[in-house]
């Protein structure tokens, strides 16, 4: 078996357009969640979001390319050339040995609406030629494969909020068993719109507080929902080989994956965690920490009654008694939920966490829930010599994902 490295980082998010910028966000407890700009919400019951802040797809994209992309591959294309030129990866590997891994939950939504109401409002004709390629959700691995001539296996994974934890688990295995030398893998969304937030609203899983500063509060006995959020974020996969053969910058190894299914509810996770611990747990063995090593947990941490309650369930069922040592938090309280971009920046945030010896905080944590118990670095960053690094991701559908990273 192939031992799998990270040698490149990409991330545009609610808190910063690049990794440096974003990682000091979350050290410093700088919050991303403000009122929606992007349209009126004067008939909304929620008024607040995660938006990407001061983003020029000009940087990455070709003016001319711009119309024909939808923001959630602009997202991607932007976080892409960075982890790709972090890694210096183009140049050498053979374009067959080279995948993409990118996923997205819902895809184009912003061209599907746009176009529905042009639609509406003026008939069939005036629908554009690149409706179809701008809206489907696997265009962004395609869009990132046409770009680095990535001719080896390409998989854009949709699992809900666990989209891009999939989309990285899955090409770890796939460099592990052989079928790639290095893999560009990661998640995008962009789905701050008029239709997803009054959807996400109706079937009630996002905050209605409109506070900006208490909206998403992780694990606070206050909480009572998610914050949307936007934004992409891109690993570069390598194996370990390769990477040493080629002098690449090595920024933690991938040790571990799980990926387990509720079978329970299309929203509501399992009351005692059972899917979600099933895949920390397996994660964790293949890993070689289950039992023991310092390990710090980014949560899934969404904010919502359910999902806390049920993640701290699961995590104490994994680990037992060394739960209460472990260091949990939720930087959704800074970023949002990113839907499926979410796994691919808490990857990002784990290997950083451990590459940097710093964990981030869940900030607007006031008031502790007697059913989360666990320390979830309330308010401030602190300095920890962590060995490794669990990521959790728990999506609509019941689906789970857990990627663990080792110190190098």
Known sequence: MNRVVVTGLGAITPVGNDVESFWQSLVDGK????????????????KVAAEVKDFDPLQYIPKSEVRKTDLFCQ???????QAVQDSGIVGTIEPERLGVYVGSGIGGMETFVAQTEKLLTSGPKRISPHFIPMMISNMAAGDIAIKYNAQGPSLPVVTACATSTNA????????????AQAII??????????LAVAGFTNCMALSTRND??????????????FVM???????????????????????????????????????????????????????????????????????????????????TIAIKKVLGQRAYDVLVSSTKSMTGHMLGAAGAVEA????????????PPTIGYEEADPECDLNYVPNQAVKADIQYAMSNSLGFGGHNACLVFQKI
Do not use: W
């Open 168 to 179: 990285i688990g899955e090409a770890y295995r796939a460099i592990k068993h052989g079928y």
């Open 348 to 359: 990002v945030v784990s290997v950083l966490a451990l590459k940097n010896g710093t964990v």
């Open 31 to 46: 919050c991303g969640i403000d009122f929606i700009t992007r349209f009126d919400t004067e008939d909304y019951k929620v």
């Open 212 to 225: 900006p500063k208490s909206a998403s509060i992780p694990f606070d006995k206050r909480r009572d929902g």
């Open 185 to 194: 893998a990661g998640g995008t969304e962009a789905t701050i719109n008029p």
């Open 229 to 311: 959020g936007e934004g992409s974020a891109i690993v570069v996969l390598e194996e370990y080989e390769h990477a040493v053969q080629r002098g690449a910058k090595i920024y933690a190894e991938v040790v571990g994956y799980g990926n387990t299914c509720d079978a329970y509810h299309v929203t509501a996770p399992h009351p005692e965690g059972k899917g979600a611990a099933d895949a920390m747990r397996m994660a964790l063995q293949e890993a070689g920490a289950l039992e023991d090593g310092a390990l710090y947990i980014n949560a899934h941490g969404t904010s919502t009654p359910l999902n806390d309650k049920g993640e």
């Open 75 to 81: 997202y991607a294309l932007a976080a892409a050339e």
